[in-house]
């Protein structure tokens, strides 16, 4: 099955500074790599998605980039802010309607 | 609240015990999945429904875990005696069918099995 494999588990970042989260994942049929924040206490919420058939896609400060003969996969948050702390997960499907596989997270730190 | 609710948010028990939640999905959402997350993990895929079928069972879910959606709406999932491991984030997720969707988590039900 797929494997999905996140780094680091913690970064810790100074305000204004930009954050870099990568993945691998092991299934090369997998398409559909989405990126969920999941704050202390809450739910997960989806931040970005991606899906094979593009390289790279970008919203605001977010982007996230897909290579798939690598079979990784990166987010990129620019100009960070306090808010944006808390713990991302990537995250593998063949589907974008099918079971997702998670990596172990990143806690991410923004200090002001 | 037109998010992913479920109940309880909490639930202590005693090892040996039965337990069963329920998840709420959006409203015409036909896709539900069950995840378990253990603190510092993403969560882990359980189970997942399409409409009132199940379609896919993780190989994690042991014949203890067992979950339902009898009229496509509303699921349960059941855990009959319960072990110290069993303690978890049990989170539901939704999503509506189509190609370009996303899964809308729901709070979870944290489970304490001492």
């Known amino acids: 099955g797929e494997n999905v494999e996140q780094h680091p588990s913690t970064l810790s970042v100074q305000e204004g500074d930009s954050a870099v989260i990568k993945c691998t994942y092991s299934?090369?049929?997998?398409?559909?790599f989405p990126w969920y924040k999941q704050e202390l206490g809450k739910r997960p919420q989806l931040i970005i998605d991606?899906?094979?058939?593009?390289g790279e896609k970008k919203d605001q400060r977010i982007a996230v980039t897909l290579n798939k003969t690598a079979k990784h996969f990166s987010l990129h948050i620019t100009e960070t802010q306090p808010e944006d702390s808390a713990v991302y997960f990537c995250?593998?499907?063949?589907?974008?309607?099918?079971?997702?596989?998670f990596g172990a997270g990143t806690q991410v730190v923004v200090t002001p | 609240d037109t998010g992913v609710s479920q109940d309880p948010r909490h639930k202590i028990t005693k090892r040996g015990q039965n337990v069963t939640f329920r998840c709420d999905p959006i409203?015409?959402?036909?896709?539900l999945y069950w995840y378990r997350q253990t603190l510092g993990q993403g969560p882990e895929f359980l189970t997942y429904?399409?409409?009132?079928?199940?379609?896919?069972k993780s190989r994690l879910l042991s014949d203890r875990f067992s979950a339902e959606r009898p009229k496509g709406s509303f699921s349960t999932l059941e855990i009959q005696r319960t072990e110290q491991g069993d303690s978890a984030m049990y989170l539901c997720?939704?999503?509506?069918?189509?190609?370009?969707?996303?899964?809308?988590f729901g709070p979870g039900t944290r489970l304490t099995v001492l």
């Open positions: 997720a939704s999503s509506l069918k189509a190609d370009d969707n996303e899964q809308f």
């Open positions: 299934d090369s049929a997998s398409n559909y």
């Open positions: 991606i899906r094979s058939n593009v």
């Open positions: 995250a593998a499907s063949m589907r974008s309607w099918g079971k997702l596989q």
């Open positions: 409203s015409e959402h036909n896709r």
């Open positions: 429904f399409q409409n009132e079928a199940q379609l896919e």
